[in-house]
């Protein structure tokens, strides 16, 4: 069975960091394109990073660029996103996903997480 599961998310002070997992089973990671969005109450989902399958090289959207940090881990067959100098307008569910394709597309990703919250707040 195909799933993404990701970890790590919580309450954090303004300023703060946090590290999110995602972790796959059923399939190999590093065959695919992974990318995190995320989504607040009340706006649409917004493309965040991802990371590509060939070259393991990342794009990042102007809201999170130079702050937080794509990675992975194929042995481990996990993919992180570290995230720094939070702010409160980080706060959103957060998800990961898989795509054969470089894009930050929803449409275009195959597999979803179930997604884990973080909340910047003091």
């Known amino acids: 069975q195909v799933q993404l599961v990701e970890s790590g998310g919580g309450l954090v002070q303004p300023g703060g960091s946090l590290r999110l997992s995602c972790a796959a089973s059923?399939?190999?990671?590093?065959?695919?394109?992974i990318g995190w969005f995320r989504q607040a109450p009340g706006k649409e989902r917004e493309g965040l990073s991802y990371?590509?399958?060939?070259?393991?090289?990342?794009y990042y959207a102007d809201s999170v660029k130079g702050r937080f940090t794509i990675s992975r881990d194929n042995a481990k067959n996990t993919v992180y996103l570290q995230m720094n100098s939070l702010k409160p307008e980080d706060t959103a569910v957060y998800y990961c996903?898989?795509?054969?394709?470089?894009?930050?597309?929803?449409?275009?990703?195959?597999?979803w997480g179930q997604g884990t919250q973080v909340t910047v707040s003091s």
């Open positions: 996903a898989a795509t054969n394709m470089a894009t930050m597309e929803a449409d275009w990703y195959d597999y």
């Open positions: 059923g399939f190999t990671l590093d065959y695919y394109a």
């Open positions: 990371i590509r399958k060939s070259d393991g090289s990342a």
